[in-house]
């Protein structure tokens, strides 16, 4: 058991963590971010500038008026969050595997001690 828990650990440890970002197609409008995430442009939200159509965007054809907003966001931060769990429960198990290994490795040899006189007084009846 402690050598299985200790190679998890390992593997859930070792995996790489890569910093993904929301792909393009799946991004979030900016309204749904809104308590975590506020944009300004010249001191003016960006959701507000959109709403009065007072931001543009200069392309190859001449200005664009900007309707839409989206925000991609980075899950690496969560990706850690995702790892903790696995990696606390595979800790417990390498530790109570690891008592379960001395208390068998040594319990011999405390046994042992019985044969030079020494008893367990709650063992033996009055």
Do not use: C, Y
């Not at 010249?42 to 392309?59: G, N, Y």
């Amino acid at each position: 058991m402690l050598v299985l828990a200790l190679a998890g650990f390992w593997l859930v440890q070792s995996k790489p963590l890569d910093t993904t970002w929301t792909p393009t197609h799946l991004a979030l409008p900016l309204s749904t971010q809104a308590d975590r995430l506020e944009v300004l442009v010249s001191d003016v939200p960006l959701e507000k500038a959109i709403a009065e159509k007072s931001l543009t965007l200069m392309t190859a054809a001449g200005p664009l008026v900007v309707k839409e907003s989206t925000v991609r966001v980075n899950n690496a931060d969560q990706l850690r969050e995702a790892r903790f769990m696995p990696l606390l429960v595979l800790s417990a198990i390498a530790g109570g595997a690891l008592v379960l290994f001395l208390v068998g490795l040594f319990a011999p040899r405390i046994g042992a001690f019985h044969q030079n006189g020494l008893i367990d007084m709650h063992l033996d009846t009055l």
